[in-house]
């Protein structure tokens, strides 16, 4: 019924109309709820962290604020994630770390989404300890334990390490992979 993809590339090449059809299979109202991202992510198990991480993610891509991910928000995310530009993902990077919307992130906030991120991925090579204080010890150079936007960006710009590090904790395409191959089997079943 559906075709076999092997990448997600495979499965971007393929035009908007099919991917408006796949969406709206998985989703007939349009929308995806918050409740059907976790049920997509199978987040059974999963840590309180690992759950208000994909809340974090889910809000970031809910870019109106209604309280769900619409076919254009989805293709957004999706766009994002895998085409986006280097500044438009840091940006993105920073709403979701800013977990209190003060406009700063603190050493906790980044603690647990990385945290939170290896409970997801079930990669646990660096403990997010040992991340967040190269971050802030490269980064944080006013020493105030708070990282503004603006010191974010260009302190990633600055360290190819830390750019690499944000980059490869960032790394979502499992994450999509994970929804996109669950609702191929659900369109199959």
């Not at 974090?56 to 891509?61: A, H, K, L």
């Not at 290896?118 to 090579?125: A, V």
Request: proline share 2%.
């Amino acid at each position: 019924m559906g075709a076999t993809y092997c990448t997600l590339d495979d499965i971007l090449e393929e035009d908007m109309h099919h991917w408006y059809t796949k969406f709206m299979k998985e989703s007939p109202s349009g929308l995806i709820t918050l409740f059907e991202l976790k049920t997509m992510l199978d987040m059974n198990g999963m840590t309180e962290d690992a759950s208000s991480y994909v809340d974090q993610v889910f809000f970031t891509f809910d870019m109106d604020g209604d309280g769900y991910i619409d076919f254009v928000e989805y293709i957004a995310a999706i766009s994002l994630l895998l085409k986006g530009e280097i500044n438009q993902k840091l940006k993105w990077y920073f709403k979701l770390f800013d977990q209190d919307g003060n406009g700063k992130i603190d050493k906790d906030e980044l603690e647990t989404i990385f945290k939170a991120i290896q409970d997801i991925t079930r990669s646990y090579e660096v403990p997010p300890e040992e991340i967040v204080t190269l971050i802030y010890e490269k980064i944080d150079v006013n020493g105030e334990g708070e990282l503004t936007l603006e010191e974010f960006i260009s302190g990633a710009h600055d360290h190819p390490d830390i750019m690499d590090m944000l980059a490869k904790m960032m790394d979502l395409t499992n994450v999509l992979e994970i929804i996109l191959n669950g609702q191929q089997k659900r369109a199959i079943n």
